[in-house]
């Protein structure tokens, strides 16, 4: 089965330093691979996307993930952490279906 | 305009009422979905359509019903829910390309409450 693993609940960090969000996933073919963020009680915002090309893929309000086709892995990154990066963050996959393979989510808390 | 607009944001009904959720989108999107997502989990697909025509139905209970009157709007209407319903719903549209779907765009979606 097709899957996308979050391996961390929650992820801890200060404020100013850098934070990574780790994903994994097990989809077949080259899959298209996301990250979204979700503030209490609002929908998934779209964070970033790797298609093709550079391993390193920049997103929205200073996040950045990078690709590891070797290691089947899209981490989430960002150089300093504020404390309004505490959420809830889901990475995803789609490889050619209408069905996006979600991960569980991690919490991030970043700690003033 | 890179927006979906979900109404209304919060919803309580009754075991016996009928009520709708609404969705729209003005990208062009040909591909729409209803999610339901209960808290601290990630979303479940419930309905997919492609270009107006259901796609999808992710063996959801008859008292869920989905309607895509354009491409531009999508409906979900529900009647006799039980109260393990209550959740966020979500609704998404994205843009089809030659490798797969392009990033899903949510909206803020309706915290249903049922009693």
């Known amino acids: 089965a097709q899957s996308v693993a979050q391996p961390e609940d929650q992820v801890n960090v200060a404020e100013g330093n850098p934070l990574t969000v780790k994903c994994t996933y097990s989809?077949?073919?080259?899959?298209?691979l996301f990250w979204y963020v979700q503030y209490p009680n609002r929908g998934l915002q779209f964070l970033l996307k790797y298609i093709t090309g550079d391993n390193l893929v920049k997103g929205s309000y200073g996040f950045e993930a990078e690709f590891n086709k070797s290691q089947t892995s899209f981490h989430l990154k960002k150089p300093s952490a504020l404390v309004s990066d505490s959420a809830l963050y889901f990475c995803a996959a789609n490889s050619g279906t209408y069905k996006y393979i979600f991960g569980t989510g991690t919490r991030l808390k970043v700690l003033a | 305009d890179t927006e979906v607009t979900q109404t209304p944001k919060h919803l309580v009904m009754g075991m016996t009422n009928k009520k709708s959720l609404k969705c729209e989108q003005h990208m062009g999107h040909r591909a729409m979905y209803w999610y339901k997502q209960k808290a601290k989990k990630p979303p479940e697909l419930m309905f997919v359509?492609?270009?107006?025509?259901?796609?999808i139905n992710e063996s959801v209970p008859s008292r869920f019903s989905p309607e895509c009157p354009n491409s531009s709007l999508l409906n979900l209407h529900l009647h006799a829910l039980q109260p393990e319903d209550s959740a966020l719903y979500l609704c998404?549209?994205?843009?089809?390309?030659?490798?797969?779907?392009?990033?899903?765009?949510f909206g803020q979606g309706t915290r249903l409450t049922v009693v």
């Open positions: 359509y492609s270009y107006e025509k259901l796609s």
């Open positions: 998404a549209s994205s843009q089809e390309s030659a490798g797969g779907l392009t990033e899903a765009f």
């Open positions: 989809v077949s073919g080259n899959p298209y």
